[in-house]
C-alpha cells in the first residue's frame, strides 16, 4: 500500500533548506503539537535506542526559549524536528524545520559523557540558523559569516547565559586558538571576500570561530544593550529576505549611534589580527608601574586599532591585592601608533600579579612573561582565560621550578578544560621535565571531558614514561569510548618506546596485540575502532601493515571506520619498503571505487601523502562521482601528484629528527644525573618532579626547550 502525506510551504524557503525525511524512522515527541509553544520532536533510525535519540537532543526546548529571549525575536517556523539519518556527510544541516544530525552524534550513557558537550554545541549552532542564515539569508557566499559566525559565536553565548562562566570562556579560548592555527599556519583572508576557488572552501576556521571572535569584539565595543537591540532589529529588518554585511552594520550602527565603518573595514574586509608583545617596570619607590603594548605582527598587515584592557593588582604579600585598570589604546589623535602604554600610580607594596586582556575582548597574540612569581600567583586566578595563559607561559619557561608549579596547580584545578589545554603546551615542548608533568596528569586525569584530549596530547612526543601512563590508562575498568580512542592512538604513536632498546620489538609487538584486540569494539559508532586503526598505522612496523591490509576489504572493518583505515594503511605503508609501497598504492588506487564517498575520498588523500603519481590519472577522471563543490578539493590533489615522484624522503627525514630528539632527551637525563652527583642539596632524578634544587632549576632554564 501507499501513503499520501500533503505539506505546506507558506513561507520563503531557500532551496538548498527544504528537506523531507523518508525511511525506516520512528517519532520521539518532545513537546508536542497543541502545547502552548511550537512543537518539538526528533526522528530516529530503526535500530536506535529512544531514550538515546532523546537524550542526545534533551536541551532542544530549553534553547529555543533562550534563544526567542535573547534574539528578541520568535523562532522564524512553525516547529522544530530533528533527525538522525545515515551519512548526512558534515555532521548536520539547518534544513528549515527539520534539521538533520550525522547517526553518529546519537549517543548512549557512556557517550554522552565526554560527548554530549560537543552535541550540544552543534544542536545549539543548527538552532541558530533558523535565524541566521534560514530566516535572514546571506545575498552573496562572501557575506557567510553572517550565518556561520553567528551560529559558532551563540554556542559560546549559550553557556554564558546558563552561568557556565567557565565554559563559555573556554569557548572563547577555542575560538582564538583555532583561528590562530589556520591564519599562521595555513593562510591569512578577509572574513567577507570574493577570492575563492569554490564557495566551499570559505567554510573553514576563519568563517566559524574567527568571525565567532570577531562578533565578540563587536559586542564588547558596543555594550550589551546596543548589541543586541541591533542584532534584534537586523534580525526583524530582513526577516525572509537577503542581506549582506552592510545591513548589519547599519543595523548596529543605528542601535549604538557608532560609525562602525573603520571597524568592518579592518576586521571584516582586511585580513590579519594584531600581535602584541607586554613590557612592564615597576618603581618600588615611587609606586608607579608603566605597562607597554607593543604590535608586532608582519609588516604586510596593518596597525590594529584596539583598545586593551590592562589589571595590576598590587599589595604586600599575604593580603588580599588591590586592583587597578587602565585600557591602553593603539592610536594617537587620531593616528594609529605601533607602540602605546598606560601608568599606574599610588601602588603600595610589590606587584602580585598583572593581566592583560584578560577576558579576551580582542582578537590577539598575546607574548607577555611578567616572570615566574607574577604567573605562579596567577595559576589560582579566577579567571579560567588567566589560568590557562599563566600556566602555558610558565610551561615553556621550561624551569623545573616553574613545572613542578605548573603540575601542583593542575591537579588542584577545577576546570578540565584549563587541565587539557595546559596538558597541550606541555607535548609541545617535549622536553624531559614538561613529559614527566604530562605523565603525571594523565595519571590523575578522570574527569570525561579531559581524558580524551589529554591522551591525544601524550602522543606528540615518544616518550617511556607517556608510554606507561597510556597504557596504565587502557587498562582502567569502564573508560569512555573517545578517551580509549586516543589513548590507543596515541599507544601507536608511542612506536614501543622504552629506555632500553632490546625491549622495543617486544614492545611493539605487545602493543600491536593490544591495539588489534580492540578492532571489534564498535563502541560509540565505531570510535575505539577507528582509534585502534590509527594506532596501529603508527606503530609504521610490517606487521602493522599486514593487520591493516586485512581490514580493507567490504565488511573487514565497522562501516564508520573504514575510511580511517584506509588512512592509517597509507600511514604506515609509508614506512615500507619500495616494493610493498608499490602494493599499497594498487591497493588504494582499488579503493578509488568503493561504493562510499568518505572511503573514496580517504583513498585520494591517502595516494597523495604516498606521492603516488600513477594514480593522478584516475583520481581525475572519479571527479564525476563528487558533487561539484568537492572538485577544487579533487584538483589540488591530482596537482599536488603531478608535482610530485614517489620517493620516500620525508618520511626518512622525519625518522632521522626523532632520532635526534630521542637522543636530547637521554643527554638530559645523564646531565641532571651529573648534577645530582655533583651534590645538589637533594637534587631530583630525571623523572622525579616534586623538588627543584637551584642547581638543576639553573640548568635546566638553558636546557629544556625543544630541539630544533
Known amino acids: 500500500g501507499t501513503k499520501t502525506s500533503n505539506w505546506r510551504l507558506d513561507f520563503p524557503c531557500p532551496s538548498y533548506l527544504v528537506c523531507f525525511g523518508a525511511g525506516d524512522l520512528f517519532l520521539v515527541e518532545d513537546r508536542p503539537a497543541g502545547a502552548a509553544k511550537i512543537p518539538v520532536a526528533y526522528a530516529g533510525i530503526k535500530g536506535m535506542a529512544p531514550e538515546d535519540v532523546k537524550n542526545s537532543f534533551a536541551e532542544t526546548p530549553k534553547m529555543i526559549d533562550w534563544m526567542e529571549k535573547k534574539l528578541g525575536v520568535p523562532l522564524p517556523f512553525p516547529k522544530y524536528y530533528q533527525m538522525f539519518i545515515p551519512m548526512v556527510g558534515y555532521g548536520a544541516m539547518e534544513n528549515i524545520s527539520l534539521v538533520t544530525f550525522h547517526e553518529e552524534i546519537c549517543m548512549d550513557p557512556i557517550y554522552a559523557t565526554e560527548f554530549q558537550l560537543f552535541v550540544d554545541a552543534v544542536v545549539l549552532h543548527e538552532m541558530a540558523h533558523s535565524y541566521f542564515g534560514d530566516s535572514v539569508v546571506c545575498r552573496f557566499f562572501e557575506h557567510s559569516w553572517l ?3 553567528w551560529a559558532k559565536y551563540m554556542e559560546a553565548c549559550w553557556r554564558q547565559d546558563k552561568g557556565e562562566k567557565d565554559l563559555a570562556d573556554w569557548f572563547m579560548f577555542w575560538f582564538h586558538t583555532r583561528y590562530f592555527a589556520e591564519a599562521d599556519e595555513r593562510y591569512m583572508r578577509p572574513i567577507v571576500t570574493r577570492t575563492y576557488d569554490s564557495s566551499w572552501h570559505l567554510f573553514d576556521a576563519h568563517l566559524y570561530p574567527g568571525g ?11 555594550g550589551e544593550e546596543a548589541f543586541w537591540a541591533g542584532v534584534t532589529s537586523y534580525l526583524r529588518t530582513f526577516a525572509c529576505e537577503t542581506a549582506e554585511t552592510d545591513d548589519f552594520r547599519k543595523c548596529l550602527e543605528k542601535s549604538s549611534g557608532l560609525n562602525l565603518t573603520k571597524f568592518f573595514d579592518q576586521w571584516l574586509y582586511s585580513k590579519g589580527y ?5 613590557s612592564f617596570d615597576f ?6 608601574a608603566v605597562v607597554t603594548l607593543e604590535q608586532t605582527q608582519n609588516a604586510e598587515l596593518p596597525i590594529f586599532e584596539i583598545e586593551v584592557e590592562v589589571e595590576v593588582l598590587a599589595g604586600p604579600a599575604g593580603e588580599p591585592p588591590k586592583k587597578q585598570t587602565a585600557v591602553i589604546t593603539f592610536e594617537s589623535a587620531g593616528v594609529p601608533v605601533r607602540r602605546a602604554s598606560a601608568t599606574f600610580r599610588g601602588l603600595s607594596g610589590p606587584i602580585q600579579q598583572v593581566w592583560i586582556d584578560p577576558g579576551k575582548k580582542v582578537l590577539m597574540k598575546l607574548e607577555f612573561n611578567p616572570g ?3 604567573l605562579t600567583n596567577s595559576l589560582t586566578a579566577p579567571s579560567v582565560l588567566i589560568r590557562m595563559w599563566a600556566a602555558s607561559e610558565l610551561v615553556k619557561a621550561g624551569t623545573v621550578v616553574g613545572l613542578n608549579k605548573v603540575k601542583d596547580a593542575m591537579l588542584m584545578e577545577l576546570c578540565p578544560q584549563v587541565r587539557f589545554e595546559v596538558a597541550k603546551v606541555l607535548a609541545q615542548q617535549k622536553t624531559v621535565s614538561a613529559i614527566a608533568v604530562l605523565a603525571a596528569l594523565l595519571a590523575n586525569e578522570t574527569h570525561p571531558h579531559a581524558m580524551a584530549p589529554m591522551a591525544e596530547a601524550a602522543g606528540q612526543v615518544r616518550d617511556p614514561l607517556l608510554r606507561q601512563a597510556l597504557l596504565d590508562l587502557l587498562a582502567r575498568p569502564s573508560l569512555p569510548y573517545m578517551a580509549k580512542a586516543r589513548a590507543l592512538t596515541s599507544l601507536g604513536a608511542q612506536r614501543g618506546c622504552t629506555s632500553s632498546q632490546n625491549l622495543e620489538v617486544a614492545n611493539l609487538e605487545s602493543d600491536l596485540a593490544l591495539l588489534s584486540s580492540h578492532l571489534e569494539d564498535n563502541s560509540g559508532h565505531g570510535v575505539v575502532c577507528k582509534g585502534a586503526l590509527s594506532g596501529i598505522g603508527n606503530l609504521r612496523t610490517r606487521a602493522a601493515y599486514e593487520v591493516l591490509k586485512g581490514r580493507l576489504g567490504y565488511g573487514r572493518t565497522n562501516f564508520f571506520a573504514k575510511s580511517v583505515a584506509v588512512g592509517a594503511f597509507a600511514g604506515v605503508a609509508r614506512w615500507q619498503d ?15 571505487r568503493d561504493r562510499t564517498s568518505d572511503v573514496r575520498l580517504a ?3 591517502a595516494l597523495e601523502s604516498l606521492e603516488a603519481t600513477s594514480a593522478a590519472s584516475t583520481i581525475e577522471k572519479m571527479k564525476t562521482t563528487f558533487p561539484a563543490q568537492l572538485h577544487p578539493w579533487l584538483d589540488k590533489r591530482v596537482s599536488a601528484l603531478r608535482k ?10 622525519q625518522s632521522d629528527v626523532e632520532e635526534l630528539q630521542s637522543k636530547i632527551r637521554k643527554l638530559e637525563d645523564k646531565l641532571q644525573d651529573l648534577v645530582a652527583k655533583a651534590g645538589a642539596t637533594a637534587a631530583p632524578t630525571a623523572r622525579d618532579t616534586t623538588a627543584a634544587p637551584a642547581a638543576v632549576a639553573a640548568i635546566s632554564r638553558g636546557l629544556d626547550v625543544a630541539p630544533s
Not at 565567532?212 to 558596543?222: E, S, V
Not at 594584531?274 to 607586554?278: D, R, S, Y
Not at 610530485?644 to 627525514?653: A, D, M, Q, R, Y
Open 212 to 222: 565567532a571572535a570577531r562578533l565578540h569584539m563587536l559586542r564588547n565595543k558596543l
Open 603 to 605: 583513498a585520494c588523500a
Open 147 to 149: 550565518k556561520e559566525s
Open 283 to 288: 618603581d618600588v619607590a615611587t609606586g608607579v
Open 644 to 653: 610530485t615522484g614517489e620517493s620516500p624522503k620525508i618520511p626518512k627525514l
Open 578 to 592: 619500495e616494493l610493498t609501497r608499490k602494493e599499497a598504492i594498487l591497493i588504494l588506487t582499488d579503493l578509488l
Open 274 to 278: 594584531p600581535k602584541v608583545k607586554g
Open 372 to 374: 615566574q612569581d607574577l
